[in-house]
């Protein structure tokens, strides 16, 4: 069974940067989209970015492009999300999940799901 790992969340600044870590536990080829989400209290899940693990192609929602870069190292089965500029409404609870579709952005499309690491921006 696939099994999705978060880490790397905190407590930051804003202006600060930060970097999350996907590692996709379960075997070696994994899903072949990875992608991060984000709930911040009392909203619903949103998504952030995703990968493709065959070429590298990633996409973005409108709210973290310029600021939040993904990459992926293959040979460690891991996935980041490089965070700059935060800001405290990018505090949220990220979540990385697996699909098997390629530019999905809608949380139904995505099959498995990580614990959730917690990332608080302070004013």
């Known amino acids: 069974q696939v099994q999705l790992v978060e880490s790397g969340g905190g407590l930051v600044q804003a202006g600060d940067s930060l970097r999350l870590s996907c590692a996709d536990s379960g075997r070696t080829q994994g899903w072949p989209v990875l992608g991060w989400f984000r709930q911040a209290p009392g909203k619903e899940r949103d998504f952030v970015a995703a990968?493709?693990?065959?070429?590298?192609?990633?996409w973005y929602a409108d709210s973290v492009k310029g600021r939040f870069t993904l990459s992926r190292d293959n040979a460690k089965n891991t996935v980041q999300l490089h965070m700059n500029s935060l800001n405290p409404e990018d505090t949220a609870v990220y979540y990385c999940a697996g699909t098997y579709t390629v530019g999905a952005t809608d949380a139904n499309n995505y099959v498995s799901w990580g614990q959730g690491t917690q990332v608080t921006v302070s004013s």
């Open positions: 990968i493709t693990w065959l070429t590298g192609t990633s």
